[in-house]
């Protein structure tokens, strides 16, 4: 039998509940999360009363245009024990999936532990217009309430109409250098996306639905993200996600790429077309890629000039201009690790010869010194001839 007091101390428990999170006015019960500057409520049920467990009604809401979502909450009162956060997702009418995300907890009213469930949508997730059910990992704890039409209590946030948030509506920095991908059959997903020096990129993105090609509705930024040398990735346009994976996943004859090279395949749209591009390496806030002018000396021989051209795959062209091999060409590849610059090639007689400079700034490169594996060596140094490349 539950003792008077114990029976009192759930009742205004259940009470306290029923107010979820502070009132914007009379009558209104809103669960976090709430909306923070530039966002909006894109889907919440105000309620007041006391909540029960396991909603038999799915929680489902419908969006008439497109909208990024920056945060989803359900709400675990869970008879004022709360519930260890799990995940929380939505499925689409045809039974796509987004998600699911791991939440976060949050206390409830009284101080009740991981009451909230809160995920933080980083980078946010554009939606279609369609019918959304919402998916938690925990139904049988998840809170509901005759004001929510007995469907499991919870808050979907985005921005404004109009909003492009800190990153959309920007034009992409390489969108010059941007490929536009058609939808592909559901059973051919996946092609060959760029291959590029190890670093820091930016992601830009975008779904295009017009007929303009190259140029999506609007660039949305994945970034900053780390691509390791001789690692292969796979980014999924659809859900923004990038993650290592083995080149033999998407075909037993794939290797996986050089040392000094990462290489990403794209995962594509079977519905629409993207747009995508790789912004970067962003290491030590330096864009080494471009045109430069080379100087340097050869250790018991003569003084030359080349032109070097960093490309932004990783590999580079050399040229020499001035010295005892005019027009001498070399093809090979370099590598920014955020302190160190390593160029690389094969000379015919030389055989591998390998530049390193550890003074490296944006418009200039100092006291480098280069081997050559039957030759003898020397010192160089450049300067940036033109922006990009």
């Given at each position: 039998?539950?003792?008077?007091?114990?029976?009192?101390?759930?009742?205004?428990?259940?009470?306290?509940?029923?107010?979820?999170?502070?009132?914007?006015?009379?009558?209104?019960?809103?669960?976090?999360?709430?909306?923070?500057?530039?966002?909006?409520?894109?889907?919440?049920?105000?309620?007041?009363?006391?909540?029960?467990?396991?909603?038999?009604?799915?929680?489902?809401?419908?969006?008439?245009?497109?909208?990024?979502?920056?945060?989803?909450?359900?709400?675990?009162?869970?008879?004022?024990?709360?519930?260890?956060?799990?995940?929380?997702?939505?499925?689409?009418?045809?039974?796509?999936?987004?998600?699911?995300?791991?939440?976060?907890?949050?206390?409830?009213?009284?101080?009740?532990?991981?009451?909230?469930?809160?995920?933080?949508?980083?980078?946010?997730?554009?939606?279609?217009?369609?019918t959304y059910t919402i998916i938690d990992s925990s139904p049988s704890t998840w809170s509901y309430t005759?004001?929510?039409?007995?469907?499991?209590?919870?808050?979907?946030?985005?921005?404004?109409?109009?909003?492009?948030?800190?990153?959309?509506?920007?034009?992409?920095?390489?969108?010059?250098?941007?490929?536009?991908?058609?939808?592909?059959?559901?059973?051919?997903?996946?092609?060959?996306?760029?291959?590029?020096?190890?670093?820091?990129?930016?992601?830009?993105?975008?779904?295009?639905?017009?007929?303009?090609?190259?140029?999506?509705?609007?660039?949305?930024?994945?970034?900053?993200?780390?691509?390791?040398?001789?690692?292969?990735?796979?980014?999924?346009?659809?859900?923004?996600?990038?993650?290592?994976?083995?080149?033999?996943?998407?075909?037993?004859?794939?290797?996986?790429?050089?040392?000094?090279?990462?290489?990403?395949?794209?995962?594509?749209?079977?519905?629409?077309?993207?747009?995508?591009?790789?912004?970067?390496?962003?290491?030590?806030?330096?864009?080494?890629?471009?045109?430069?002018?080379?100087?340097?000396?050869?250790?018991?021989?003569?003084?030359?000039?080349a032109d070097l051209n960093l490309k932004k795959d990783g590999t580079l062209e050399w040229t020499e201009?001035?010295?005892?091999?005019?027009?001498?060409?070399?093809?090979?590849?370099?590598?920014?690790?955020?302190?160190?610059?390593?160029?690389?090639?094969?000379?015919?007689?030389?055989?591998?010869?390998?530049?390193?400079?550890?003074?490296?700034?944006?418009?200039?490169?100092?006291?480098?010194?280069?081997?050559?594996?039957?030759?003898?060596?020397?010192?160089?140094?450049?300067?940036?001839?033109?922006?990009?490349?």
């Amino acid at each position: 039998m539950i003792s008077p007091r114990k029976l009192f101390t759930i009742l205004i428990f259940s009470l306290l509940a029923a107010f979820i999170v502070t009132q914007a006015g009379l009558g209104e019960c809103y669960g976090l999360p709430s909306p923070d500057e530039g966002e909006e409520r894109i889907f919440a049920q105000s309620a007041c009363a006391g909540v029960s467990n396991d909603p038999p009604n799915p929680t489902v809401f419908t969006i008439d245009a497109q909208r990024t979502i920056t945060k989803i909450g359900t709400y675990h009162w869970n008879d004022a024990s709360g519930e260890s956060p799990g995940t929380i997702g939505l499925r689409d009418e045809q039974g796509k999936t987004y998600g699911p995300w791991q939440a976060e907890g949050e206390p409830g009213q009284g101080g009740v532990p991981n009451a909230y469930w809160i995920v933080q949508l980083s980078p946010s997730v554009d939606l279609p217009a369609g019918t959304y059910t919402i998916i938690d990992s925990s139904p049988s704890t998840w809170s509901y309430t005759y004001e929510s039409n007995d469907c499991g209590l919870a808050s979907v946030i985005g921005l404004k109409d109009g909003s492009g948030g800190s990153e959309k509506g920007k034009s992409a920095p390489c969108a010059g250098d941007a490929v536009d991908y058609s939808p592909r059959s559901p059973t051919d997903l996946y092609t060959a996306g760029p291959g590029l020096a190890p670093g820091m990129y930016n992601i830009w993105y975008g779904k295009r639905t017009g007929t303009q090609i190259g140029t999506p509705d609007k660039w949305t930024q994945l970034g900053q993200k780390e691509l390791s040398s001789g690692k292969f990735y796979v980014f999924d346009v659809t859900t923004a996600n990038l993650g290592e994976s083995t080149p033999q996943m998407i075909n037993p004859m794939l290797t996986n790429p050089a040392p000094g090279r990462s290489l990403v395949w794209l995962k594509l749209s079977s519905e629409d077309a993207y747009v995508v591009c790789f912004d970067g390496p962003l290491d030590g806030g330096l864009q080494l890629a471009g045109a430069w002018k080379m100087s340097g000396h050869q250790e018991g021989f003569n003084d030359w000039k080349a032109d070097l051209n960093l490309k932004k795959d990783g590999t580079l062209e050399w040229t020499e201009t001035e010295g005892a091999n005019v027009g001498a060409n070399r093809q090979g590849t370099w590598q920014f690790d955020g302190t160190v610059l390593t160029l690389k090639w094969v000379s015919p007689g030389g055989g591998q010869t390998s530049w390193v400079s550890r003074s490296v700034a944006e418009n200039s490169i100092s006291s480098g010194t280069y081997s050559v594996e039957r030759a003898p060596g020397g010192t160089w140094s450049a300067m940036r001839m033109a922006e990009g490349f």
